[in-house]
């Protein structure tokens, strides 16, 4: 079975540019949640989605958003892209949301911001 | 709020030895622990899972034991290998209807030959 894949792997932004980063499930799997990975901040929880409906949302500011599709794939977009969202982006699915089912992780994209 | 603390790093070890990563967490209700690896340039991989007290969790020689009352899940493995180097997060799961995961800052452990 193939394991979560996000593409692209590596982007390079400019400051004020938007970016949109995919990420598609394991197959079965219909939740999908995102994470920020950073040195100073280390993992932080961004948005859960499930059934094209975001159902939880980390504390970040309005320019990060998401959305799914009705095959469970996700993106993630963030607007007037900022130094400080240079980071390693990871998207995990699960079966179902909630915490009852293991999550697994995708390779993550690593996105530059300049 | 919910929150992981894991021993600062680096971890140097060599090989064969024994390692010990301490993890402690603050939470509400009972949550489910894991640890999760992140080889370098990859996603993260889970490694172990314990979801109540008195569980241990173990995986490729790794383990780790759910402590309720030190509030504690550490990692252990009897002998390690170069193949081990990897940075390794404690996380949990709480209570609540979220697939929300809380990780600790990760610690890195460098095993030499």
């Known amino acids: 079975k193939a394991g979560v894949t996000q593409t692209p792997r590596y982007l390079i932004k400019t400051r004020g540019q938007q970016v949109t980063l995919s990420c598609s499930p394991i197959?079965?799997?219909?939740?999908v949640s995102w994470y920020q990975q950073t040195p100073g901040q280390g993992l932080q929880f961004l948005f859960e989605?499930?059934?094209?409906?975001?159902?939880n949302k980390g504390n970040f500011p309005g320019r990060f958003s998401g959305r799914q599709f009705s095959n469970s794939r996700s993106e993630m977009n963030v607007s007037t892209l900022e130094l400080g969202d240079s980071a390693l982006y990871l998207c995990?699915?699960?079966?179902?949301?909630?915490?009852?089912?293991?999550?697994?992780f995708g390779p993550g994209t690593r996105l530059t911001v300049t | 709020g919910d929150s992981v603390t894991q021993m600062e790093g680096p971890v140097t070890l060599s090989e064969e030895a024994f390692l010990t990563i301490n993890c402690t967490y603050t939470?509400?209700?009972?949550?489910?622990l894991f640890w999760y690896v992140q080889y370098p340039g990859e996603g993260l991989q889970l490694l172990l899972k314990?979801?109540?007290?008195?569980d241990k969790g173990s995986n490729k020689g790794f383990e780790a034991t759910y402590r309720k009352e030190t509030t504690s899940f550490h990692l252990e493995k009897g002998s390690v290998q170069v193949s081990d180097s990897a940075v390794y997060f404690c996380?949990?799961?709480?209570?609540?209807?979220?697939?929300?995961?809380?990780f600790g800052q990760g610690t890195t452990l460098q095993v030499k030959p």
């Open positions: 995990a699915s699960s079966l179902s949301p909630g915490g009852l089912y293991e999550q697994y």
């Open positions: 197959s079965g799997h219909r939740s």
């Open positions: 989605y499930f059934s094209e409906t975001q159902r």
């Open positions: 939470a509400t209700g009972y949550p489910s």
């Open positions: 314990a979801t109540k007290a008195d």
């Open positions: 996380a949990l799961h709480g209570s609540g209807n979220t697939g929300k995961l809380i």
